[in-house]
């Protein structure tokens, strides 16, 4: 089924008792998000709580923590539609009249593709009009308690290019409410809404922007996609839908609105102001800090009359977030090879935070054609943002991090397949860099014949100043000492000490907690590659040729907690007890 607007998938929730309604009254302040995170441990249904504390509206949650509500809110069709699309590429080329007969059924569809107008009678979210204090009846949920500030966690936050309409971008930028007018606004770099505001700056004008709340499962998944600058996340929407996707003017002359959606917010951000914004529990499982961003001056809010606020909750993976994250991969993979013709397929690790670690099956047609590609990888708009890439010639299911890992390090030849580039951009809420958006990155490969068998126990006996060693998969060795603090250069006697050895473990992490580590894929990618960056905590011996850097086995990685990192986010215990009390009548 297609939806159009957020009500219509909540009851089809209902009617397949995957949706419960929390009449019990609730605190949007960290007593909300407890429960939120323990349904969706439990992979629960999706929730509505009807009775929140401070706001006439109901707040759904967990709309999309499973698979199955994933595959409920958008179908198989998104995924065929885009398969179909790649293929009439090459059978399309040239036009001819026998292929575009071929493709009809195609082209039928891809007319349906794009946004319709409906008047401002026809469109339930200009139900309410609010110009005083027009934040004021919305739910302050907040989800961790060193959080700023309450948040809209769901906002799809809609700016145009100053002079130009028809380039607009649609993305999620977290929204903090300072007051009842005024929010904060999280433009990281890299990202559509803030290229937008940097060309208004230029101009020394504010920038109109608008939020949006609610609407179709498809506009928020389009909010979040990664898609390329230049292709619209309303006609990506409306793709996702099969439908056109229905626009209203405001009223009052601010940007189009989707019909639909149950919440708008219209607005501007000053040039240059800038205040302070977070601290945050964000999906990396940290709390990002707090930093001085630009903020946004509400003018009017528009919601429908009977509005439902959507909402989710952030945090360690996995959270709600992941799910959208690999329907989005998985819709959007198949055009990669149209944007990178020499990258077979390519998938970012959700359980890292996604912009920490990426791997990619790559073309080998002729030698170093994979860093042809690993150049290309990072060049490509939110992709650029990539910590760590993993590169091999091998077709394998990428989301096997185990497989895609052994299959690497039997081919990783460390004098010609590592490379570390410091003083490079960081994802804005990666703080393993030294400095903020600043950090480096590192490009492993491992192509064509295995070279060498992975050893899969360990026996090189003892090391100096470590408790735990467990092998993670085949190459790839955990171990855990003291902390970073007690003693900082462990890593390089580490290193010193199995490099000596006989036996050849090519890779080692060092962690806080190898048997925890080890537990679970994601265990490991979270621990691991949220706390290392590549120039500062990757050790090997080395030495320069033709300026190149030739490394030797083994590559040792710090991947301890070190000072200056945010801490990971923790439920307070006196909210836990809460909800530990209140577990069944919040259920009754």
Known sequence: MIYQNLRQFIEALRKENDLKIIEAPVDPYLELAEIHRRVIEEEGPALLFTNVKGTPFPVASNLFGTNRRVDMAFGPRPEQLMNAIVGATKTLLPPTPKALWNERGLIKDMLKVGLKTVSQSEAPVLGVRRTDAPLAPLPRVTSWHEDGGPFI?????????????????????????????????????????????HE?????????????IGGPPALIASAIAPAPENLSELLLASLIMGGKLPMTEDPLGSHRIPAEAEFAISGYVPPHERRPEGPFGDHFGYYSLQHDFPVFHVKHMYHRKDAIYPATIVGKPRQEDYYLGEFLQRLLSPAYPLVMPSVKSLWAYAETGVHALAAAVVRESYSREALVSGFTILGQGQLSLTKFLMLTDRVIDLSDFNLLLETILERFNPARDLFIFNHTSHDTLDYTGRKLNHGSKAILMGVGEPVRELPRTYEGGDLPGIREIKPYCGGCLVISGASFEQEPELAARVLERLAAGEQEWPL??????????????????????????????????????????????PIVVDARMKPGYPDEVLPREDIVELVDQRWTSYFA
């Open 153 to 197: 966690t769901l906002p799809l936050v809609y700016t145009e290019k100053p002079g130009h309409s028809k380039d607009h971008n649609l993305g999620m930028y977290r929204i903090q409410i300072y007051d009842d007018q005024t929010t904060g606004i999280h433009w990281q770099i890299h990202k559509g809404g803030g290229f937008h505001y």
């Open 200 to 212: 208004a700056e230029l101009r020394n004008e504010p920038l109109p922007a608008t939020i949006f």
């Open 508 to 553: 080692v992490f060092i962690v806080d907690d190898a048997k925890e580590v080890v537990r679970s894929q994601a265990s490991f990618l979270w621990t691991v590659f949220t706390r290392f960056n590549p120039a500062t905590d990757m050790y090997a011996d080395s030495e320069v040729r033709l300026h190149h850097l030739n490394y030797k086995l």
